[in-house]
């Protein structure tokens, strides 16, 4: 027990003394600002920073040694695990797997062979994925083979082992490949001409981020209130979590809208009669009856011990494009009145609009000039473009000839951001599209519209831009609207398109 007392007490003072060297280092103060424009690195004076570029946002902290800045981004556990309890599975088990299509990744249950979760080469993924079988296993180990380059060990196989608590009988897998952005770094400050520039070890090139001033008091401002956003995120509760029967998760509900139903185990929708006919046809999206599952935590985590080679060949799931073979989700229920095919969207209408909480942050150019390169809307046809659905930030546009339009490589939004699309016709009797984002994908639209004001976002749906407005203030009501132009009908398959995930 004394030891313990000392141990603790080491700590205490470690921490207090690692507090003082921060307030009494001049430089957190100094170099507190926003390095790059639209990606770079936001330093704060508590040594916390903000990485942020097209599809991303990472909080982390970091620290001086001698003249370098030393940062260690915030990493998501590898493996995380949600379980919940099923009354009508009985003694059976389904377990949901997400994420686990990124890597090499296995599963073993109780003392079996290890299978591989997804196949050699696996490709064209239609989630959810979901696992059945008679009965549960008392405990299962997940197991990853992490490349070599971001872990400096070739072939490292790392396993997590949970026992499973009898009342369990549902569970959510997720598997956070490890990414580039989470990996630690280091920077140095160096003066230039222009003031002063961050040089990172692995972000930013050459020539760095060069410091820029705020435009205004409230860009910081925005910036401040993302950071505390995020803090407050980590001081939630995430060891719950809440999802449908076919394992769409939502990240925020309001349980003052749900009443408790102890017979399903589960929290049902005060208005759950409502939109019935909606849902049929939109069933993954469908939040009027939730889940609650709690995390549970390894008993075990072993580095650099799992040995790939003994684990079994075939796998859990086989999923190969055009293959009669590949798996399906059966999960859904059919209706008779539910239209079995999607039309497809058609995309021949003017480019529509973008509003959101405010309709002034998001607007379409409009034409206000002859100039060779001034927006003009009348000239603006859908066009086709290489890259994934989503939203995007437009490098150059042409107004002139818009297929010509350069967009950023990668989306800072794509539909795994999406929560829900659905179309409606508004009071003025205009048909739009509601949608709503997670919360990460909220952040990435904040992070994103805050830092490239004044600059076109595209939307690419079935490989053509449908509509590039402008951003004309930081969005960040978090939902966005596509709206003009469109028929209901239209927009009700650009909906449902987006929901495809």
């Known amino acids: 027990m004394k030891r313990s007392i000392l141990l603790y007490t080491i700590l205490i003072l470690s921490m207090t003394v690692c507090a003082q060297n921060n307030s009494k280092d001049t430089r957190y103060k100094r170099y507190t600002g926003k390095y790059g424009g639209n990606s770079g690195i936001c330093l704060f004076e508590d040594g916390q920073f903000l990485m942020y570029g097209y599809a991303t946002m990472v909080f982390g902290t970091y620290r001086f040694e001698k003249d370098y800045l030393l940062f260690t981004p915030d990493k998501p556990d590898i493996f995380e695990v949600y379980a919940h309890r099923h009354p009508n599975y009985g003694d059976s088990v389904r377990i949901n797997f997400v994420g686990f299509q990124q890597g090499k990744t296995f599963l073993q249950f109780d003392n ?235 995309t021949t209408a003017p480019a529509p609009m973008i509003a959101t909480d405010n309709p002034r942050k998001v607007d379409a150019p409009h034409a206000s000039s002859n100039n ?37 490589n990668l989306p800072f939004l794509t539909k795994k951001d999406i929560t829900s699309a659905s179309a409606r016709t508004d009071d003025d009797g205009q048909s739009v599209v509601d949608i709503k984002f997670s919360d990460t994908g909220k952040s990435k639209l904040k992070t994103i519209t805050t830092t490239n004001t004044g600059k076109h976002i595209a939307v690419v749906i079935g490989k053509k831009v449908i509509t590039m407005p402008v951003v004309r203030e930081p969005v960040t009501g978090g939902g966005i609207q596509i709206a003009g132009g469109f028929t209901l009908k239209e927009l009700t398959n650009i909906a449902k398109q987006l929901q495809q995930k």
């Open 372 to 408: 060779n390169n001034t927006p003009n809307y009348a000239n603006f046809k859908p066009f086709p473009v290489n890259r994934e659905d989503g939203f995007y930030v437009v490098q150059k546009a042409n107004y002139q000839d818009y297929s010509k339009t350069i967009l950023a």
């Open 112 to 346: 079996d062979i290890a299978h591989p979760v997804f196949n050699e080469n696996a490709n064209c993924f239609d989630p959810p994925y979901v696992y059945e079988a008679a009965r549960g296993p008392r405990a299962f180990t997940l197991a990853a083979i992490l490349p070599e380059a971001r872990w400096n060990r070739e072939d490292a196989g790392i396993s997590w082992t949970y026992q499973v608590n009898k009342d369990f009988n549902d569970f959510i897998l997720v598997h956070n490949e490890p990414k580039r952005q989470y990996e630690n770094f280091s920077g140095m400050v160096r003066k230039n001409e222009d003031g002063e520039t961050l040089q990172l070890s692995n972000y930013g090139g050459k020539e760095g981020y060069q410091k820029n001033e705020p435009a205004d008091n409230d860009e910081w401002q925005r910036v401040l209130t993302m950071k505390q956003e995020y803090e407050a995120s980590k001081q939630g509760n995430a060891d719950t979590g809440y999802a449908n029967r076919h394992y769409h998760a939502f990240p925020e509900v309001d349980l003052a809208n749900y009443t408790f139903d102890p017979a399903s185990n589960q929290y049902i929708s005060k208005q759950a009669a409502d939109n019935e006919q909606y849902f049929r046809s939109n069933q993954y999206n469908d939040d009027r009856y939730l889940r609650k599952y709690v995390k549970i935590q390894p008993v075990t985590k072993r580095d650099n011990e799992f040995d790939a080679g003994k684990a079994a060949t075939g796998s859990i799931f086989y999923t190969a494009c055009g293959s009669e073979k590949s798996y399906h989700y059966n999960g859904y229920v059919k209706y008779d009145d539910v239209a079995a095919d999607v039309a497809p969207i058609v």
